[in-house]
């Protein structure tokens, strides 16, 4: 047996433990390679468990023993099984604890249907939502030919200074758009989406043409699939502009191709993972953009670029041909440029497709006429206070006046308590990219040091995994009861990645938890508790910092209740109106 070949067979008794990749002391590895064992020995194993932080009677690891070494040829064969990057464990996480009443009744979508006139010059519209665009189409004062010409005009103008396409799909595009005309002139209408072009974050497959994941190591991929939510967006007739970049492996801004900017201020970047949708969204390059969240990647850049961004309820949209980083957490979502766009567009792709088992029956709905004068409502007791900039508290004091004009009366929400670490990124992000670091394809990445955490999530045990996520569930049920007085409540946003200025530091997008026995600050503590809870929220700019980009507040509500949360943030967004403010990128 070779060296190598020893020493794999020496750290995949580790996996056996939860332990796989982790070094023993030299000498204990070096005593392998003299004996040349082909088994895991007693000594082997009484390191492992110590690096598990358990002890156990001679007696005892001797049965163990065997059972381990039984183990060894169990993994291998398993190691040689390919699995693809978006097959879940057959078990399904929700985000309803008992005692949590969700509405399953199904209701009539109902829209707003604005009057609208074409302008002389196309390009005026590049900025309206897709309620008045809709309009445009439905009424055949715009083609969706034209429309989708503009975009791509516009999105090859601006990349350059932008860098948030990595594929553009011009024919793609311009044969669906055809396709929209043709349909809507033999009337046959299919809806708000139809002839409405968008574009998709590159971890999410389009058959024919590269799935990148943002990174060096899989930027030649091909998934031969279409992601569900790409079949569902196509067959309502919306329009597939490009690939737009992702953060690599669903972090942060930066992809192989450099970083994608903040078109409010060009020598910023986005923010992240969903960079290219919120970038794009913002500069007018399209209607609206899906992207995906596990913890921050929709609301982070959202925040920075200023654009609305839905993180729904975890079970709400098919994972199906998504790159999978946390099969309990990863949720899609849509960056648009109004609420009701989100609304819009959740309508289409809120449903179960038969292949990502955890997407729930129950059903969206809206109501764009919804009396909010009937909701509870709240705000986080504590955390705007936790904010020091003056310009952003003066804005935030300003949202809560808005809102209170509505008829709206604002009670206080506690977040309770909790210290333990429940996060399961680190573990459920290594058993996806477990190939890519066995195989050394890690060495390709744009970012390779990322891939210590895949390798250091090794030394995780799996009893210590499940017990947490157990704990998950009595940190779940411990926030359902501090919300369970309010339908939406308000808390300042996770400003651009890094809690933004004065932002009491709230986490970066898709960071890692903070240290459990470190003191967080309240905006840390909820935004912890209600990510791995999977509520949903809504991000809204609520005005303007002293460099001139957007400042943010969030809406949040338990899950399964984005018909409140969004009425009270729509309610809110007209009558302040900061969402129809743009970035000059001629000026810029």
């Not at 509405?103 to 074409?118: A, D, H």
């Not at 396409?165 to 299919?190: H, N, P, R, W």
């Not at 072009?197 to 030649?220: M, N």
């Amino acid at each position: 047996m070779t060296t190598d070949e020893t020493r794999r067979r020496f750290l995949a008794c580790f996996s056996s433990l939860g332990l796989g990749g982790t070094l023993l002391p030299g000498v204990l590895w070096a005593q392998v390679q003299q004996e040349g064992a082909q088994k895991v020995t007693p000594e082997m194993l009484k390191a492992a468990l110590g690096v598990a932080g358990l002890t156990f009677t001679d007696e005892d690891q001797k049965t163990m023993l065997r059972a381990v070494n039984q183990n060894l040829t169990r993994y291998e064969e398993l190691r040689t099984l390919h699995i693809p990057n978006d097959v879940a464990p057959p078990f399904y996480f929700s985000s309803i604890v008992p005692g949590m009443k969700v509405n399953r009744t199904r209701e009539p979508l109902r829209f707003s249907t604005p009057t609208v006139k074409r302008p002389t010059n196309l390009e005026d519209v590049a900025f309206w939502p897709i309620t008045q665009l809709a309009q445009l189409i439905k009424t055949r004062q715009v083609t969706s030919v034209e429309l989708t010409g503009m975009y791509l005009a516009r999105l090859h103008k601006y990349n350059d200074k932008l860098n948030c396409v990595v594929t553009f799909l011009d024919d793609v595009a311009m044969s669906q758009a055809k396709q929209a005309d043709a349909e809507i002139a033999a009337g046959k209408y299919k809806g708000p989406l139809h002839g409405i072009p968008w574009g998709a974050k590159d971890i999410i497959a389009v058959k024919g043409y590269k799935t990148t994941w943002g990174s060096g190591a899989y930027k030649d991929q091909m998934i031969d699939e279409d992601a569900s939510v790409v079949e569902m967006l196509r067959d309502a007739g919306a329009v597939l502009l490009a690939k737009v970049t992702s953060g690599e492996l669903a972090q942060g801004d930066r992809w192989f191709g450099g970083q994608t900017k903040n078109p409010w201020n060009v020598n910023e970047g986005s923010s992240g993972s969903s960079a290219g949708p919120a970038s794009a969204t913002a500069a007018g390059l399209i209607a609206f953009g899906i992207g995906s969240e596990t913890s921050g990647s929709i609301l982070s850049p959202s925040a920075r670029c200023g654009v609305t961004g839905l993180r729904p309820t975890f079970g709400r949209i098919s994972r199906y041909g998504v790159m999978a980083l946390s099969w309990t957490q990863d949720r899609l979502g849509p960056l648009c440029r109004s609420i009701e766009d989100c609304a819009l567009v959740m309508s289409v792709i809120a449903k179960p497709d038969g292949r990502d088992m955890s997407v729930s029956e129950l059903p969206f709905n809206w109501n764009a006429h919804f009396d909010i004068k009937k909701l509870r409502a709240g705000y986080l007791a504590g955390a705007f206070e936790e904010t020091k900039d003056p310009v952003l508290r003066r804005n935030d004091e300003k949202t809560f006046e808005q809102i209170r004009s509505l008829g709206v009366t604002l009670v206080p929400v506690t977040v309770p308590e909790w210290n333990v670490d429940v996060s399961s990124i680190g573990v459920e992000s290594a058993v996806f990219f477990d190939d890519l670091i066995r195989s050394g394809g890690d060495k390709q990445m744009t970012n390779p040091p990322r891939a210590n955490g895949f390798r250091s999530s090794r030394v995780v045990p799996a009893v210590e995994y499940l017990q947490s996520q157990r704990a998950r569930t009595m940190m779940m049920t411990k926030l359902a009861e501090a919300t369970a007085g309010v339908d939406v409540y308000l808390v300042p946003a996770n400003q651009g990645g890094g809690g933004g200025a004065g932002r009491g530091g709230a986490p970066p997008a898709d960071a890692p938890p903070p240290n459990p026995q470190q003191r967080r600050s309240i905006v840390q503590r909820h935004f912890n508790m209600a990510n791995l809870a999977c509520y949903p929220a809504v991000n809204v700019p609520n005005g303007f910092t002293e460099s001139g980009t957007p400042s943010n507040i969030t809406f949040y509500a338990r899950p399964f209740g984005e018909m409140e949360l969004l009425a009270l943030a729509k309610a809110y967004q007209d009558a302040s109106g900061f969402h129809l403010k743009h970035p000059q990128l001629d000026a810029s």
